[in-house]
């Protein structure tokens, strides 16, 4: 029952990630022809592999993670408090900061880690990164041999799906039908690329994933039929 587990015992997380290179031409060839294997049965036979190049950022092996936002609650007595905060850079110090924050404060047995298609995406993204670095892979993220009740993530989307595995549930329609102040305010996943290689504003980016990271405690409160989070109560840390 997840009324049970402690909130803050709780680390909230969302990764925003781009293709590894501003553009097709930046791959070798062999690389270029892996790209266009990889993605052959997601193109439309009019679409090329340099057209499709756009959305690399989704695939471990053809992306990378430009920054991971985290958030936890700090709650004492009856006063509630959650602080964000994000790692962005080089993305092999990304990594390894996120390890240090696993290893040093969130590595406990009581410990889990909970975002949206996180199971899915934010989570096997990031350790295959780090096994792309040499980053060693902290307990948390280390499935190997574990059973599927030992696991230690949530995931907001598998909560919502209540065994329904074919269907899928975006962020910003969760936020919207459960009446939680919408993170898509300002860009969504689709410009990321864009603002990170173009505009070069990774500030617009590392906003954007805190606001993430927010709406996924939303939603998790929601699921508890707790009260959500008022602005008071969030800190950017």
Not at 92 to 107: A, C, E, P, S, V
Not at 191 to 219: H, L, S
Request: one cysteine or more; charged letters at 30%.
């Amino acid at each position: 029952m997840i009324e049970k587990i402690q909130l803050n015992n709780i680390l909230f997380l969302d990764i925003e990630t781009v293709p590894q290179f501003d553009s097709y031409m930046g791959m070798d060839e062999e690389t270029k022809k892996l790209w266009e294997n990889k993605t052959q049965y997601q193109r439309r036979d009019e679409v090329t592999a340099e057209d499709f190049y756009e959305r690399a950022g989704i695939w471990a092996e053809f992306g990378k993670i430009i920054c991971i936002s985290v958030g936890y609650f700090t709650n004492k007595a009856d006063i509630r408090n959650f602080r964000t905060t994000s790692f962005w850079g080089e993305e092999k110090k990304i990594l390894q900061d996120f390890t240090n924050l696993l290893n040093q404060y969130f590595n406990g047995a009581a410990h889990v880690l909970c975002g949206h298609n996180a199971k899915e995406f934010d989570i096997p993204f990031i350790a295959r990164r780090m096994i792309i670095h040499g980053v060693a892979l902290p307990d948390k993220l280390n499935l190997f041999g574990k059973k599927p009740w030992e696991v230690p993530h949530l995931d907001t989307l598998e909560l919502w799906k209540f065994g329904d595995y074919k269907h899928f549930t975006s962020l910003r329609l969760l936020t919207k039908i459960l009446d939680i102040p919408s993170p898509k305010d300002d860009i969504d996943g689709s410009e990321v690329a864009r603002v990170f290689y173009i505009e070069k504003d990774i500030d617009r980016i590392i906003t954007y994933c805190e606001k993430d990271v927010i709406a996924v405690a939303q939603i998790f409160l929601r699921f508890r039929r707790d009260d959500i989070l008022i602005e008071d109560e969030i800190t950017h840390v």
